[in-house]
């Protein structure tokens, strides 16, 4: 058992190794058949390449009771005009779902509209963003991702100004960090829009712990914590084990908490806990750069990898 846990934790840090190499990433984009069958695969991760298919799969998710949160994928976009392209993407896809009546979450990273290359820039279209959102008639949020821990300072700025004209701009926190505690303190004097996450990046022994029993303690301490704070929590987590405990604690029974879970992860766990009337938000990807994406998916829970075969295979059958 132990020599599979380690192989497991072994894989998961390589595939996330993987995901961060350009140059396979590349490959794969150039490599139409190797680029169609991993896509068969991100499909039950990813809506769809289009900002059309995330907003019909949005419709159809509302439809059935569920919160929306939609991302149009990217990060670490190091040039400038493709950095304004994803913010224009982005207001586009708010105007979609104001015409839609979707009340949605729009979730982004600071990387896509410009961190890579300028702290201001970031800054500068959030914004823009932020201001288009105010014009359309639905309730919009914006919501900014965490990345790497080297950019956790910059991104906790960005955010700290930007939140301080917009109250709809929530920030996400990744409880594998062991700065994460002070940050939360930080934010403790202004109740905010905050999602809690374990965290997907590799990061150095230094900085984080690794997915164990100590990061899912910390992980409820946390999300505790944020509630009683008055933050508006997105207790964002696939465990069973600590939404089983976020039951039994009551933490739902505050009214600022939901639970949110990725979507094509855990279905039949969102499902159930929608049926017994708690809210659930479903995060709903779409875009090109699904490759990391997928990458992500299968590093957090390595049993994915045979999912993703079979969908590759069924398909191609």
Same mark, same amino acid.
């Given at each position: 058992?132990?020599?599979?846990?380690?192989?497991?934790?072994?894989?998961?840090?390589?595939?996330?190794?993987?995901?961060?190499?350009?140059?396979?990433?590349?490959?794969?984009?150039?490599?139409?058949?190797?680029?169609?069958?991993?896509?068969?695969?991100?499909?039950?991760?990813?809506?769809?390449?289009?900002?059309?298919?995330?907003?019909?799969?949005?419709?159809?998710?509302?439809?059935?009771?569920?919160?929306?949160?939609?991302?149009?994928?990217?990060?670490?976009?190091?040039?400038?005009?493709?950095?304004?392209?994803?913010?224009?993407?982005?207001?586009?896809?708010?105007?979609?779902?104001?015409?839609?009546?979707?009340?949605?979450?729009?979730?982004?990273?600071?990387?896509?509209?410009?961190?890579?290359?300028?702290?201001?820039?970031?800054?500068?279209?959030?914004?823009?963003?932020?201001?288009?959102? &105010?014009?359309? $008639?639905? %309730? +919009?949020?914006?919501? *900014?991702?965490? #990345?790497?821990? @080297? /950019?956790?300072?910059?991104?906790?700025?960005?955010?700290?100004?930007?939140?301080?004209?917009?109250?709809?701009?929530?920030?996400?926190?990744?409880?594998?960090?062991?700065?994460?505690?002070?940050?939360?303190?930080?934010?403790?004097?202004?109740?905010?829009?905050?999602?809690?996450?374990?965290?997907?990046?590799?990061?150095?022994?230094?900085?984080?712990?690794?997915?164990?029993?100590?990061?899912?303690?910390?992980?409820?301490?946390?999300?505790?914590?944020?509630?009683?704070?008055?933050?508006?929590?997105?207790?964002?987590?696939?465990?069973?084990?600590?939404?089983?405990?976020?039951?039994?604690?009551?933490?739902?029974?505050? &009214?600022?908490? $939901?639970? %949110? +879970?990725?979507?094509? *992860?855990?279905? #039949?766990?969102? @499902? /159930?806990?929608?049926?017994?009337?708690?809210?659930?938000?479903?995060?709903?990807?779409?875009?090109?750069?699904?490759?990391?994406?997928?990458?992500?998916?299968?590093?957090?829970?390595?049993?994915?990898?045979?999912?993703?075969?079979?969908?590759?295979?069924?398909?191609?059958?």
């Amino acid at each position: 058992m132990q020599y599979e846990l380690n192989l497991e934790k072994q894989f998961s840090a390589a595939l996330k190794s993987i995901a961060r190499r350009e140059d396979l990433k590349t490959y794969v984009e150039r490599t139409p058949e190797l680029y169609m069958l991993l896509q068969q695969a991100a499909s039950r991760y990813v809506t769809g390449e289009t900002r059309q298919e995330g907003v019909a799969a949005s419709r159809r998710l509302a439809a059935e009771g569920y919160k929306i949160s939609i991302e149009y994928i990217g990060e670490n976009t190091t040039d400038a005009d493709e950095c304004e392209a994803a913010a224009a993407e982005m207001k586009a896809l708010i105007q979609d779902l104001g015409r839609a009546g979707l009340p949605a979450r729009v979730s982004f990273d600071l990387s896509h509209i410009g961190l890579s290359l300028d702290k201001e820039l970031a800054y500068s279209h959030l914004m823009d963003v932020a201001a288009y959102a &105010g014009t359309v $008639e639905t %309730e +919009m949020e914006l919501f *900014i991702s965490m #990345e790497e821990s @080297s /950019k956790t300072e910059e991104i906790l700025s960005v955010y700290a100004r930007a939140a301080a004209s917009y109250s709809n701009i929530g920030i996400t926190l990744q409880a594998h960090l062991n700065r994460t505690k002070q940050d939360l303190e930080a934010l403790a004097a202004s109740p905010r829009r905050i999602r809690i996450v374990k965290g997907a990046y590799q990061e150095p022994e230094d900085r984080a712990i690794p997915r164990s029993s100590a990061l899912n303690e910390r992980y409820l301490e946390l999300v505790e914590s944020a509630i009683r704070q008055g933050h508006h929590v997105s207790i964002a987590t696939h465990d069973e084990g600590i939404v089983d405990e976020g039951l039994k604690s009551r933490w739902l029974a505050y &009214g600022n908490a $939901e639970f %949110e +879970m990725l979507y094509g *992860i855990r279905p #039949e766990l969102g @499902s /159930k806990l929608k049926a017994a009337g708690h809210p659930v938000r479903i995060y709903l990807p779409y875009g090109h750069e699904w490759y990391l994406y997928l990458c992500h998916r299968i590093a957090e829970y390595p049993p994915n990898l045979y999912r993703a075969v079979i969908d590759i295979v069924s398909k191609r059958i």
